[in-house]
């Protein structure tokens, strides 16, 4: 008893060193890319939910799919629809992300896919937590 108790002391004392590399405690929902032609951007819309006990930080993302591909905000100025660079976007415990058409969104521009074929996204968060996962990408406009 005495020895399993040790063992698990052990495992506590490493347990944050690995949490540095592991994934963050999010879930994603409703992930999809709409893809219009190689010359206009394509735009990614999902859900994230932060299923740890600490606020997470979403700080950008990136994909071998796109020349760049930044975090969002649309607004609508004076009757006109426009956006601007958003970011990073604060998750409370427990809280809902949605980048959603009309509010954030993740642009990729320059765009190297194809509906029907996943691309590859990766998240990035505060503290050097990756998240990878593939967005099925569909043409713009078939909803
Ligand atoms: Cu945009």
């Known amino acids: 008893m005495t020895l399993?108790?040790?063992?698990l002391t052990a495992a506590l004392l490493l347990a944050p060193t690995l949490a540095l590399a592991a994934p963050p405690?999010?879930?994603v929902s409703g992930a999809v890319a709409d893809y219009t032609l190689p010359s206009l951007p394509a735009v990614i819309y999902l859900t994230l939910?932060?299923?740890g006990e600490t606020?997470?930080?979403?700080?950008g993302a990136?994909?071998?799919a796109c020349a760049t591909l930044d975090?969002?905000?649309?607004?609508?100025?004076?009757?006109?629809?426009?956006m601007v660079?958003?970011?990073?976007?604060?998750?409370?415990?427990g809280a809902a992300l949605a980048l959603a058409p009309g509010g954030y969104h993740l642009m990729c521009d320059g765009p190297r896919m194809s509906p029907g074929q996943p691309m590859a996204l990766v998240l990035h968060f505060?503290?050097?937590a990756d998240l990878a996962l593939n967005v099925p990408v569909r043409s713009a406009g078939a909803q």
């Open 55 to 59: 606020a997470l930080s979403l700080t």
């Open 62 to 64: 990136s994909s071998p």
């Open 126 to 128: 505060a503290g050097g």
């Open 85 to 93: 660079p958003a970011g990073p976007l604060t998750i409370a415990p």
């Open 4 to 7: 399993r108790l040790t063992r």
């Open 71 to 82: 975090v969002h905000k649309s607004m609508n100025m004076n009757g006109m629809a426009m």
């Open 49 to 51: 939910t932060n299923e």
């Open 25 to 27: 405690p999010v879930s």
